[in-house]
């Protein structure tokens, strides 16, 4: 009796609270529960639209995609959050930068695990995008109509060595520093324009990197990069939809079919 | 494309109500494809997927701090080795064999081009496996030689780049 009491308030309240002005301003549909609602979120919220309303049940399964991409893309958020909050504490100062590392590690609170969260992060991020694209090539999936998304997921690759690479100078040890400096003075041998480069990354003349290089670094890690990435990404995500979906398992060999025909 | 016409004025005007593609058009001979809903099918999927990773990256943060090195001085002596991040521990090590100019840049470049052009290239329409086995034994050769270089460069190389086995020295950082 009690009971049935306490869960007539309980459906009275949820009742009311769903047909308030509020809550159906929010909501424009019931719970996706029924197709008709199951098809009205993925068409009417922003987030979700990425996706389309079906899927091949095939090219959906775990054991087709491993959920690489969307693995990529999740630890691109946890980055992202991480990464936030790293900068609330971070001054990209070659005098302030590694004692503010020193602090963060060991003075703020969940300093340590946040900055350990980012670091991991982002070699997974490098690993499961390599992955991804291995996985995409086996599958033939950049075949058409797909070839141009292939490309900007190669982009995207790119720009994923670039965020980690620029990411690794800011704690400015000596491991982050010397890393740098082997990699920028790459930059010399480029033919014809190898100097003009080396002196943009660097931010002058000097063998080392300077202040300068450390503000040009942090820049594109927390802010150039990461967006022109979102952009890729977003590219990415929308053709997959409109170039019709994930691929899918690879059809039956052409010698396959022969046989499947043969009398 | 649908169109209607405005009744009151001899100009007409046009609206896109809807573009239906070729391929979208039901067609009786068409196949009906297996297909689920995203919600809630797909979607529970990426979450579960979200959820391992999220409690894999806070163990693996627990457990281990991420490294931070001496303060970088310009001053003090340099260390034995000075290695670029992991993913480039290959392209480190192909400088030992080839000008920087050819290792450095033109490679990395082209490798860049060329994955880019993968779908250009090959013209190949199958999907299938046993269709493709010259694309699948040339791009495995390419992953197989990058894997094994980076490790090479990752755990047999020490000071000067000379070749060390990993249990006589540790010379690589994440």
């Keep these: 009796m009690g009971t049935s009491a306490k869960r007539g308030v309980l459906d009275q309240v949820t009742a009311s609270v769903k047909s308030s002005q509020i809550w159906r301003s929010i909501f424009r549909h019931g719970y996706p529960d029924t197709p008709l609602n199951q098809s009205l979120i993925m068409m009417g919220n922003v987030f979700l639209h990425l996706h389309p309303v079906k899927v091949s049940r095939q090219a959906m399964r775990i054991t087709y995609t491993w959920c690489l991409g969307g693995i990529s893309f999740f630890l691109f958020l946890v980055l992202t959050i991480t990464g936030v909050f790293l900068m609330f504490y971070y001054i990209p100062a070659d005098q302030q930068a590694y004692g503010n590392i020193q602090t963060i590690q060991s003075a703020i609170a969940f300093g340590a695990i946040t900055r350990n969260m980012h670091r991991w992060a982002a070699h997974l991020m490098v690993i499961s995008v390599s992955l991804h694209m291995i996985r995409v090539f086996y599958h033939g999936a950049y075949k058409p109509p797909r070839e141009f998304n292939w490309v900007v997921g190669v982009v995207l690759f790119l720009l994923t060595l670039l965020l980690s690479f620029t990411g690794y100078l800011l704690p400015w040890d000596q491991i982050g520093v010397l890393a740098i400096q082997v990699g920028s003075n790459m930059a010399n041998y480029a033919p014809v324009i190898g100097d003009a480069v080396h002196r943009t990354l660097i931010g002058g003349l000097d063998q080392y990197p300077t202040q300068n290089t450390l503000i040009r670094f942090y820049t594109l890690h927390v802010l150039f990069l990461p967006l022109v990435a979102a952009v890729f990404m977003a590219v990415h995500f929308w053709r997959i939809r409109k170039d019709g979906g994930e691929a899918g398992p690879p059809p039956p060999s052409r010698s396959e079919v022969e046989l499947n025909e043969a009398p | ?174």
């Design chain 2, 1 to 174: 494309m649908a169109t209607t016409t405005s009744p009151s004025s001899a100009q007409k005007r046009y609206r896109t109500l809807a573009v239906v593609k070729q391929e979208a058009i039901t067609r009786v001979e068409k196949q009906l494809e297996d297909s689920v809903f995203v919600w809630p099918h797909l979607l529970i999927r990426e979450f579960l997927a979200a959820v391992l990773m999220s409690v894999m990256l806070t163990v693996v943060s627990l457990a281990i701090n991420a490294p931070l090195e001496v303060r970088f001085n310009v001053n003090f002596p340099p260390p034995a080795v000075a290695k670029a991040p992991w993913y480039f521990l290959g392209l480190q090590e192909l400088l030992h064999y080839f000008p920087p100019t050819l290792a450095g840049v033109l490679l990395p470049g082209f490798v860049l081009a060329g994955l880019a052009a993968v779908p250009y290239i090959d013209n190949n329409p199958s999907r299938a496996f046993n269709d493709r086995k010259l694309a699948i034994a040339i791009f495995t050769m390419f992953v197989v030689f990058f894997a094994i270089i980076t490790v090479i460069g990752s755990f047999f190389r020490g000071g000067g780049w000379q070749w060390v086995w990993p249990w006589q020295g540790e010379f690589f950082n994440l």
